[in-house]
């Protein structure tokens, strides 16, 4: 079978704050429906502007964000005569953490929502609001959003997507992850189509094509370093939240009967042998594709790779239960690496 063509990324974000629009969308074009997302550190507890695009190339045109504790969340949309205002009305779940604000809109049919959920309790805490007669978004704006970095402190992220629903999480690996195949480690950034990829329990496979991805990296997207010795044998391996890594050692032949069971990489982070990474607003990475799920080893941690569901994983995957208990049995005597 011959490996086919990929492309460029599937992650389903049109636009990305400090990268841009990722899917080639014409600048004069206009997104008439979708959502913009916002993810900011918590707690929130005096006035700020949060965006602040204003335009005047031809015709005013004004996208900003703001929140106010007396208020909440205030959207000011102006394309030329036209300005609308959304508003999420306070208070706020508070707390340490982080929290996601979502404006969905849908121009064609003169609807809106907000939604502001704080991520970091033990459920998330959700506020809501809906109104009439958007504006749709001129893809310029949302690419001149983009240059703006982070305006205010509180900023982790945003972007903006074309899905019905949020684009999730994506399993994928750092560029600089070393992977083993025919010809040696080599770097996962530098892999291609054809090469053939050593894995733990299907032998030699070739790679069908290594996706690169452009996701967040910051808040709930940030990505997880993984530290060496104690998962790679030399060198910190970066991998995304959801990843999943194979752990092995007695406490998993004890609960669970197996020599390996996978869980997500962010159930290792203790500050110490793992911690989450949010150094960058977006991070190089690439998920790999064998044609199936596989077992590959990047020096010495063993990764699970081209899965769509749990049912089809070539080890059993933990609850979020069991991972709760076989963290508390590991403590402080890991045996993370395979």
């Given at each position: 079978m011959s490996p086919s063509p990929m492309p460029a990324d599937k992650t389903g974000w049109l636009a990305l704050s400090d990268r841009g629009i990722l899917d080639g969308s014409p600048m004069q074009g206009l997104m008439h429906k979708g959502q913009f997302v916002i993810e900011l550190a918590m707690p929130l507890q005096e006035a700020v502007v949060l965006l602040d695009h204003q335009a005047n190339d031809g015709w005013p045109r004004t996208f900003a964000l703001m929140f106010d504790p007396a208020i909440g969340f205030v959207i000011a949309h102006r394309q030329g005569e036209r300005l609308q205002r959304h508003i999420l009305p306070g208070p706020l779940p508070q707390g340490i953490g982080h929290g996601r604000l979502t404006f969905a809109f849908d121009a064609p049919a003169r609807v809106w929502s907000m939604?502001?959920?704080?991520?970091?309790?033990?459920?998330?805490?959700?506020?809501?609001?809906?109104?009439?007669?958007?504006?749709?978004?001129?893809?310029?704006?949302?690419?001149?959003?983009?240059?703006?970095?982070?305006?205010?402190?509180?900023?982790?992220?945003?972007?903006?997507?074309?899905?019905?629903?949020?684009?999730?999480?994506?399993?994928?690996?750092?560029?600089?992850?070393?992977?083993?195949?025919?010809?040696?480690?080599?770097?996962?950034?530098?892999?291609?189509?054809?090469?053939?990829?050593?894995?733990?329990?299907r032998g030699p496979q070739m790679l069908l094509g290594a996706q690169p991805l452009s996701l967040p990296a910051r808040g709930s997207f940030a990505p997880v370093l993984l530290r060496a010795p104690y998962f790679g044998m030399h060198q910190d391996i970066l991998v995304s939240a959801d990843q999943l890594i194979a752990i092995g050692g007695p406490e998993t032949e004890y609960l669970f009967d197996s020599d390996q069971v996978l869980m997500p990489a962010a159930a290792l982070v203790d500050g110490r042998t793992a911690y989450s990474d949010d150094r960058r607003a977006v991070t190089g990475s690439v998920a790999l594709d064998l044609g199936g799920p596989a077992l590959i080893e990047a020096d010495g941690c063993v990764l699970a790779v081209g899965h769509d569901a749990q049912l089809d994983l070539p080890l059993r995957a933990l609850k979020p239960y069991e991972v709760l208990t076989l963290m508390s049995l590991l403590g402080r005597s890991p045996r993370y690496a395979a």
């Open positions: 939604r502001f959920e704080y991520l970091s309790g033990e459920a998330p805490a959700v506020i809501r609001s809906r109104g009439r007669d958007p504006l749709p978004m001129q893809i310029a704006d949302l690419a001149a959003l983009c240059t703006l970095g982070r305006p205010s402190t509180p900023v982790l992220w945003f972007g903006a997507s074309t899905a019905g629903a949020l684009p999730g999480a994506a399993p994928w690996i750092g560029l600089r992850t070393e992977v083993e195949t025919s010809l040696g480690p080599v770097a996962a950034g530098n892999l291609k189509r054809g090469d053939i990829i050593l894995t733990l329990d």
